[in-house]
């Protein structure tokens, strides 16, 4: 059973620029969630996916956004890339409740210069 | 709001020796809790999990039991191998429309001698 899949697995972008990150979950797994970790806030929610809707957000700036399409593959994107962007973006599927656990991908480390 | 508190790190440990990793959290309701392993340039991986007081989640010799009376969720293990060298999250997950909602701990960095 194929994992959490991310892509791509590193990546530069310059301030101002955007970037798009894509996750392809679990099979049959149908939510998909997004976090950003960096030293210095640790492991932060951005939002969640669930049937194609955003049910849940964190409170990150409207530069952050996301959608998932109908086979629960998701894409982030953020606009207007700032330094502190810099991070390990990282995806979660789960089945549909949320008890069951996420399971994560390995990630992708976005560096902004 | 929900919190999760990890007991700081680094912890260094020998070879067999017992490992305690302390977490206590803040929510309301009736959170699921979780703990998860972090190993260099890799994401995370769920290691046990417990959702409903009393609960103890247990996978590759690592323990911990929901304790609901002390909101706490600590993590064990009996002997410490140098591949459990990593770092180790404590989270929750609030339940009710906390959908896809993971709170982490700050982590706590477990490095392992021969």
């Known amino acids: 059973k194929a994992g959490v899949t991310q892509t791509p697995r590193y990546l530069i972008k310059t301030r101002g620029q955007q970037v798009t990150l894509s996750c392809s979950p679990i099979s049959g797994h149908r939510s998909v969630s997004w976090y950003q970790q960096t030293p210095g806030q640790g492991l932060q929610f951005l939002f969640e996916?669930?049937?194609?809707?955003?049910?849940n957000k964190g409170n990150f700036p409207g530069r952050f956004s996301g959608r998932q399409f109908s086979n629960s593959r998701s894409e982030m994107n953020v606009s207007t890339l700032e330094l502190g962007d810099s991070a390990l973006y990282l995806c979660a599927s789960s089945f549909h409740r949320d008890s069951y656990g996420y399971t994560f991908g390995s990630g992708t480390r976005l560096t902004v210069v | 709001g929900n919190s999760v508190t990890q007991m700081e790190g680094p912890v260094t440990l020998s070879e067999e020796a017992f490992l305690t990793i302390n977490c206590t959290y803040t929510a309301t309701g009736y959170p699921s809790l979780f703990w998860y392993v972090q190993y260099p340039g890799e994401g995370l991986q769920l290691l046990l999990k417990a959702t409903k007081a009393d609960d103890k989640g247990s996978n590759k010799g690592f323990e911990a039991t929901y304790r609901k009376e002390t909101t706490s969720f600590h993590l064990e293990k009996g002997s410490v191998q140098v591949s459990d060298s990593a770092v180790y999250f404590c989270a929750l997950n609030a339940g009710g429309t906390s959908y896809g909602k993971l709170t982490f701990g700050q982590g706590t960095i477990l490095t392992v001698h021969p």
């Open positions: 996916y669930f049937s194609e809707t955003q049910r």
